[in-house]
């Protein structure tokens, strides 16, 4: 067998690879010594990493410098360098292996060929690394930075809280006052007055430099309350620093920043400056430092130079508010009114109780309710820690009131986030549903809502509170830490919650922590490396463990008791083996190990027929767990970006209830002739992201009219691209021959976003794409080198399209051909346009005057562009636009570079008053800018930067001289000799890696980045 095996190998190299492009002389390199051809790898990733820790370090310096942000290109370059960095890893391991056969003394040169070209590849996708790697310092950072955060405003409530505003707004304004607290029970209101203050601060420049925002919790300590500092001012600090050195960085950054102001609310221990990090606040440094607490000994403790306490409400300020959450309709009852004023007192003026028992009898008009709620309220008796027992039985009050006892153990599940956490409200419903808290009957679609129902219900009670992140508020929730306290109170007494999230705990709670009667458990975002012990916990429900290392494993016995368990999630840690002991949960609902990077084997499966979420997304395992087939009630299913070779797709149709599909990176899927037919068979799917190897496999899946009972889909033909952001109802071609001929009806006209790269058979979007695309908002076409141009005016508008960005079209001669009809483009803000040689006029005049949205222009590396905008060839006689005026009301960056033909942005007068930055690289005709022929106060106030060459500069001061004397001090010289791969890079370079493409989840989820 071993002389057959290597005769196999020699036949392998000869036929096998006899049509490589690769040289004789390279191919014998590879086989002859590998680790020499290794060698030479890794000599270019030494390089790649020495680069990798300049730009790093450069980073660093314009955050804490500038407050600037990394750009979304240099944070995917950071990504695929990590990526090619953990590729090498394993590489390694598998060359210097021993590669041989007939026991080790006939080389086995087959397997020694493969492992070269494999190199020669990867050596391929360093040196793109490298080549991309230098950028300018316009592509490294965003430009505008930051002074703050501003938070959703809050109404304050009674004069009481207006006249601690104005003292505290006092304090701030006299230099001679450095450190402030205000003090107060919980849920008194503080935070909200710190937080108009903190909007106020930053609306007004000349007074704070910088405002900085930290929130504090009862179990922070020195290292976490720097740790929160430094991320708000974009420093990071090194596992080993110590103390000392985490607050001299600190300090250091701080003095750069000028007059920072550094509010920390809830604190809850004294700190000494000093070993912060914060500059001592004196008159010269313009720093101060203001404190919300609960006790006035931490005041005096922070050595406080004014202190302010928050009272509760007055009767009369507490009835106002009352009165509003409760409503005036429910009040005209003069026996309501009275038991309503009750009420009102037995809430002591506390506002977190006012509001909340007041929105829990809105509009309620039977009054046998108003005497039990009184009842209830004066015979409410309870104790919680560090929250006064009136507050917390008035509160505890608001938990009884929820409609019933789904919505109450619905809310109860938010406490298993660690404290002051930034729920996913997606993710929250999702753990109710498979918790079975959402009822036992119904699809998961069905459920969802109902569960959005629920979530609606308690932030409409002030049980949870909305917000802002990513520009949404309803996607995000906060538990209040009061209430939170009160959660943990309640549960506490019966032991049925074990609630340890984000304590950064190293040991595993002990064996008499694990009571019996424990139904939920959360350990999420800890530092626990192991768990040693086997818990007798028969009536666990849910065990969240996301965010730990576990990286010396699983006790094997660790589940055996645990028969109830329906919520299993170890996603994010670094677990290689899971115990065999998984195989007995036979209740278990959900499984989840999302990046579980080391993941290479999941015990058999068979008995687990109550499961309805798996997923295994993006973890290392090559070999499909065992008993598949008896997911009879799986609903959700992720394998995208795994390792298994072997996919059992016929499996997929005996899931008679799955209802989201992701397989995005297997392409071991969409090979299989019964690919198609598979996924069509698949009739309860209302969520599938998959990739199809060929225009035909998806021409033949489109015309089954599955996709018609799809609620969201992400589709990508052609090959996986290595990196791409594309989210809800979005579809790509990646190098695929696409036909202008097909039938418009071929797509459902859902589309939200679209891609084609490196496409063939178009001169332009075709009418299929522009007839489904008509509520398109991203459209990006790169190095389709037969398009001539973008769109045609007849066929679409694309009004809704608000992201449009081209690259690499070497024969784009215009973006729309004919005359563009009313509300063409209307509602585009992004335009980037790169490399297109063959333009020569970006927009036409025409078009101009719809695109009132536009905030960001891009046009960077077109040999042949010489206006940006005019009239154009096919417009020659149509009227001129206000008479040589145009008027862009939004635009607010401009950004020009490589582009040596260009002369004239606009022949007349442009009006941008929202304009703040303008850069313009390498282009040296360009001698006029349309903005400054005259120029406007309004601009002169929006302006913050104009980054260009000094020569650049003189040139415009010969016809703008007037304007650019104004404008000197916004204008940031790049040196004249910047090499063109120092500048001109920042539009290339796009690759990534396909684990940098997670759409589940979020930034802040428990489960998965988004």
Same mark, same amino acid.
């Given at each position: 067998?071993?002389?057959?095996?290597?005769?196999?190998?020699?036949?392998?190299?000869?036929?096998?690879?006899?049509?490589?492009?690769?040289?004789?002389?390279?191919?014998?390199?590879?086989?002859?010594?590998?680790?020499?051809?290794?060698?030479?790898?890794?000599?270019?990733?030494?390089?790649?990493?020495?680069?990798?820790?300049?730009?790093?370090?450069?980073?660093?310096?314009?955050?804490?410098?500038?407050?600037?942000?990394?750009?979304?290109?240099?944070?995917?370059?950071?990504?695929?360098?990590?990526?090619?960095?953990?590729?090498?890893?394993?590489?390694?391991?598998?060359?210097?292996?021993?590669?041989?056969?007939?026991?080790?003394?006939?080389?086995?040169?087959?397997?020694?060929?493969?492992?070269?070209?494999?190199?020669?590849?990867?050596?391929?996708?360093?040196?793109?690394?490298?080549?991309?790697?230098?950028?300018?310092?316009?592509?490294?950072?965003?430009?505008?930075?930051?002074?703050?955060?501003?938070?959703?405003?809050?109404?304050?409530?009674?004069?009481?809280?207006?006249?601690?505003?104005?003292?505290?707004?006092?304090?701030?304004?006299?230099?001679?006052?450095?450190?402030?607290?205000?003090?107060?029970?919980?849920?008194?209101?503080?935070?909200?007055?710190?937080?108009?203050?903190?909007?106020?601060?930053?609306?007004?420049?000349?007074?704070?430099?910088?405002?900085?925002?930290?929130?504090?919790?009862?179990?922070?300590?020195?290292?976490?309350?720097?740790?929160?500092?430094?991320?708000?001012?974009?420093?990071?600090?090194?596992?080993?620093?110590?103390?000392?050195?985490?607050?001299?960085?600190?300090?250091?950054?701080?003095?750069?920043?000028?007059?920072?102001?550094?509010?920390?609310?809830?604190?809850?221990?004294?700190?000494?400056?000093?070993?912060?990090?914060?500059?001592?606040?004196?008159?010269?440094?313009?720093?101060?430092?203001?404190?919300?607490?609960?006790?006035?000994?931490?005041?005096?403790?922070?050595?406080?130079?004014?202190?302010?306490?928050?009272?509760?409400?007055?009767?009369?300020?507490?009835?106002?508010?009352?009165?509003?959450?409760?409503?005036?309709?429910?009040?005209?009852?003069?026996?309501?009114?009275?038991?309503?004023?009750?009420?009102?007192?037995?809430?002591?003026?506390?506002?977190?109780?006012?509001?909340?028992?007041?929105?829990?009898?809105?509009?309620?008009?039977?009054?046998?309710?108003?005497?039990?709620?009184?009842?209830?309220?004066?015979?409410?008796?309870?104790?919680?820690?560090?929250?006064?027992?009136?507050?917390?039985?008035?509160?505890?009050?608001?938990?009884?009131?929820?409609?019933?006892?789904?919505?109450?153990?619905?809310?109860?599940?938010?406490?298993?986030?660690?404290?002051?956490?930034?729920?996913?409200?997606?993710?929250?419903?999702?753990?109710?549903?498979?918790?079975?808290?959402?009822?036992?009957?119904?699809?998961?679609?069905?459920?969802?809502?109902?569960?959005?129902?629920?979530?609606?219900?308690?932030?409409?009670?002030?049980?949870?509170?909305?917000?802002?992140?990513?520009?949404?508020?309803?996607?995000?929730?906060?538990?209040?830490?009061?209430?939170?306290?009160?959660?943990?109170?309640?549960?506490?007494?019966?032991?049925?919650?074990?609630?340890?999230?984000?304590?950064?705990?190293?040991?595993?709670?002990?064996?008499?922590?694990?009571?019996?009667?424990?139904?939920?458990?959360?350990?999420?975002?800890?530092?626990?490396?192991?768990?040693?012990?086997?818990?007798?916990?028969?009536?666990?429900?849910?065990?969240?463990?996301?965010?730990?290392?576990?990286?010396?494993?699983?006790?094997?016995?660790?589940?055996?008791?645990?028969?109830?368990?329906?919520?299993?999630?170890?996603?994010?840690?670094?677990?290689?083996?899971?115990?065999?002991?998984?195989?007995?949960?036979?209740?278990?609902?959900?499984?989840?190990?999302?990046?579980?990077?080391?993941?290479?084997?999941?015990?058999?499966?068979?008995?687990?027929?109550?499961?309805?979420?798996?997923?295994?997304?993006?973890?290392?395992?090559?070999?499909?767990?065992?008993?598949?087939?008896?997911?009879?009630?799986?609903?959700?299913?992720?394998?995208?970006?795994?390792?298994?070779?072997?996919?059992?797709?016929?499996?997929?149709?005996?899931?008679?209830?799955?209802?989201?599909?992701?397989?995005?990176?297997?392409?071991?899927?969409?090979?299989?002739?019964?690919?198609?037919?598979?996924?069509?068979?698949?009739?309860?799917?209302?969520?599938?992201?998959?990739?199809?190897?060929?225009?035909?496999?998806?021409?033949?899946?489109?015309?089954?009219?599955?996709?018609?009972?799809?609620?969201?889909?992400?589709?990508?033909?052609?090959?996986?691209?290595?990196?791409?952001?594309?989210?809800?109802?979005?579809?790509?071609?990646?190098?695929?021959?696409?036909?202008?001929?097909?039938?418009?009806?071929?797509?459902?006209?859902?589309?939200?976003?679209?891609?084609?790269?490196?496409?063939?058979?178009?001169?332009?979007?075709?009418?299929?794409?522009?007839?489904?695309?008509? %509520? *398109? =908002?991203?459209? +990006?076409?790169? !190095?389709?080198? @037969?398009? /001539?141009? $973008? &769109?045609?005016?007849?066929?679409?508008?694309?009004?809704?399209?608000?992201?449009?960005?081209?690259?690499?079209?070497?024969?784009?001669?215009?973006?729309?051909?004919?005359?563009?009809?009313?509300?063409?483009?209307?509602?585009?803000?992004?335009?980037?346009?790169?490399?297109?040689?063959?333009?020569?006029?970006?927009?036409?005049?025409?078009?101009?005057?719809?695109?009132?949205?536009?905030?960001?222009?891009?046009?960077?590396?077109?040999?042949?562009?010489?206006?940006?905008?005019?009239?154009?060839?096919?417009?020659?006689?149509?009227?001129?636009?206000?008479?040589?005026?145009?008027?862009?009301? %939004? *635009? =607010?960056?401009? +950004?020009?570079? !490589?582009?040596? @033909?260009? /002369?004239? $942005? &606009?022949?007349?007068?442009?009006?941008?008053?929202?304009?703040?930055?303008?850069?313009?690289?390498?282009?040296?005709?360009?001698?006029?800018?349309?903005?400054?022929?005259?120029?406007?106060?309004?601009?002169?106030?929006?302006?913050?930067?104009?980054?260009?060459?000094?020569?650049?500069?003189?040139?415009?001061?010969?016809?703008?001289?007037?304007?650019?004397?104004?404008?000197?001090?916004?204008?940031?010289?790049?040196?004249?000799?910047?090499?063109?791969?120092?500048?001109?890079?920042?539009?290339?370079?796009?690759?990534?890696?396909?684990?940098?493409?997670?759409?589940?989840?979020?930034?802040?989820?428990?489960?998965?980045?988004?």
């Amino acid at each position: 067998m071993e002389i057959a095996g290597a005769i196999a190998s020699i036949v392998q190299l000869f036929c096998g690879h006899c049509c490589s492009n690769d040289s004789v002389s390279e191919r014998c390199s590879h086989m002859r010594k590998p680790k020499k051809v290794l060698q030479i790898l890794e000599d270019k990733m030494e390089l790649l990493t020495a680069r990798e820790d300049d730009v790093k370090q450069k980073l660093q310096v314009e955050k804490v410098w500038n407050g600037m942000d990394p750009t979304a290109e240099v944070k995917l370059w950071l990504e695929n360098v990590q990526k090619m960095k953990n590729i090498m890893t394993s590489l390694k391991k598998e060359i210097q292996d021993n590669i041989s056969c007939l026991c080790g003394y006939f080389p086995n040169y087959y397997r020694r060929l493969k492992l070269g070209n494999s190199v020669t590849k990867k050596m391929r996708k360093v040196q793109e690394l490298l080549d991309n790697s230098r950028f300018s310092d316009s592509s490294l950072v965003n430009m505008v930075p930051g002074r703050g955060k501003t938070f959703p405003g809050t109404t304050l409530v009674g004069e009481t809280a207006k006249g601690i505003l104005l003292r505290t707004w006092e304090y701030l304004m006299d230099e001679n006052i450095g450190i402030i607290g205000i003090y107060g029970m919980g849920g008194v209101g503080k935070t909200s007055i710190i937080k108009e203050i903190n909007n106020q601060l930053l609306s007004k420049k000349a007074i704070f430099d910088n405002v900085i925002w930290v929130t504090a919790s009862k179990d922070i300590n020195l290292e976490k309350l720097q740790k929160h500092i430094a991320k708000e001012i974009g420093l990071s600090f090194h596992d080993e620093d110590s103390e000392i050195t985490r607050a001299s960085e600190l300090f250091e950054a701080l003095q750069r920043r000028g007059r920072c102001l550094l509010i920390i609310d809830d604190l809850w221990e004294a700190y000494s400056l000093e070993n912060i990090g914060f500059p001592n606040p004196t008159k010269e440094n313009g720093c101060k430092l203001l404190i919300t607490t609960r006790s006035s000994n931490v005041c005096r403790c922070m050595e406080t130079v004014r202190e302010i306490e928050v009272h509760v409400l007055s009767m009369e300020e507490a009835w106002d508010l009352f009165q509003q959450k409760v409503g005036e309709e429910v009040l005209s009852s003069p026996r309501i009114r009275d038991l309503a004023k009750d009420v009102a007192k037995e809430c002591a003026g506390l506002p977190l109780a006012l509001i909340t028992v007041g929105r829990a009898l809105r509009k309620e008009n039977n009054i046998r309710q108003w005497q039990a709620a009184l009842t209830e309220l004066r015979n409410s008796t309870a104790n919680i820690e560090g929250v006064d027992n009136q507050v917390f039985a008035r509160l505890r009050f608001s938990y009884d009131r929820l409609k019933d006892d789904m919505t109450r153990s619905c809310f109860l599940y938010c406490a298993l986030y660690p404290e002051d956490h930034i729920i996913e409200t997606e993710e929250l419903i999702k753990y109710w549903l498979w918790d079975s808290l959402l009822g036992s009957f119904g699809s998961q679609i069905v459920k969802m809502r109902l569960g959005k129902m629920i979530l609606n219900e308690l932030k409409s009670a002030c049980m949870l509170e909305g917000v802002y992140q990513d520009g949404h508020t309803d996607e995000y929730v906060k538990m209040h830490d009061v209430i939170r306290d009160m959660v943990i109170a309640l549960t506490r007494v019966n032991s049925s919650f074990m609630i340890k999230a984000g304590l950064g705990l190293q040991v595993p709670p002990v064996e008499n922590e694990w009571p019996p009667d424990l139904e939920r458990v959360s350990l999420m975002r800890n530092d626990l490396s192991s768990l040693s012990r086997e818990p007798k916990c028969p009536k666990l429900c849910t065990l969240l463990l996301q965010y730990n290392s576990i990286n010396k494993g699983i006790h094997p016995t660790f589940f055996r008791h645990m028969q109830n368990l329906k919520v299993l999630n170890l996603s994010y840690t670094g677990i290689h083996r899971l115990p065999e002991s998984l195989s007995d949960l036979e209740n278990l609902h959900a499984l989840l190990l999302c990046s579980c990077w080391n993941l290479c084997y999941v015990p058999t499966l068979e008995k687990l027929k109550e499961l309805r979420v798996l997923d295994l997304s993006y973890t290392s395992i090559e070999h499909m767990p065992e008993g598949m087939n008896m997911f009879v009630k799986l609903q959700h299913l992720n394998l995208s970006y795994t390792k298994v070779y072997e996919i059992p797709i016929l499996v997929l149709p005996k899931y008679k209830f799955l209802e989201s599909l992701f397989i995005i990176g297997l392409w071991q899927f969409s090979l299989q002739p019964t690919f198609v037919d598979v996924l069509a068979s698949c009739s309860s799917l209302a969520v599938l992201k998959a990739n199809f190897s060929t225009m035909q496999e998806f021409d033949k899946y489109v015309a089954s009219g599955h996709w018609y009972m799809l609620d969201s889909f992400r589709f990508f033909i052609g090959y996986i691209p290595s990196s791409t952001h594309t989210g809800k109802n979005s579809i790509g071609f990646f190098g695929v021959h696409i036909c202008e001929r097909l039938n418009p009806a071929w797509l459902p006209g859902r589309i939200l976003e679209l891609e084609i790269h490196e496409c063939s058979g178009i001169t332009h979007l075709p009418v299929f794409i522009t007839a489904a695309a008509s %509520r *398109l =908002q991203l459209c +990006k076409i790169r !190095y389709c080198d @037969e398009m /001539k141009w $973008i &769109f045609t005016a007849e066929w679409s508008s694309f009004s809704n399209l608000e992201w449009l960005e081209i690259e690499g079209l070497s024969n784009l001669s215009q973006i729309c051909k004919g005359i563009p009809p009313a509300g063409t483009l209307a509602s585009l803000k992004i335009l980037q346009v790169t490399a297109c040689n063959d333009l020569k006029i970006l927009l036409p005049l025409v078009l101009v005057q719809h695109l009132r949205n536009l905030e960001e222009i891009t046009i960077q590396n077109c040999d042949k562009i010489m206006e940006i905008i005019a009239a154009g060839e096919e417009n020659q006689g149509v009227t001129e636009v206000n008479d040589g005026e145009i008027i862009l009301p %939004r *635009l =607010q960056k401009l +950004k020009l570079s !490589y582009l040596p @033909e260009l /002369k004239h $942005i &606009f022949n007349g007068i442009m009006t941008c008053d929202s304009l703040s930055s303008i850069e313009v690289y390498r282009c040296t005709e360009l001698k006029m800018l349309p903005f400054f022929v005259e120029i406007r106060q309004q601009l002169l106030r929006s302006l913050k930067q104009i980054k260009g060459t000094k020569r650049w500069w003189r040139a415009l001061e010969r016809n703008h001289e007037d304007a650019l004397n104004l404008l000197y001090p916004v204008f940031k010289e790049v040196q004249e000799n910047s090499s063109l791969e120092e500048e001109g890079e920042e539009g290339e370079g796009e690759e990534g890696d396909m684990c940098s493409v997670h759409s589940e989840g979020s930034i802040n989820s428990s489960y998965g980045p988004r």
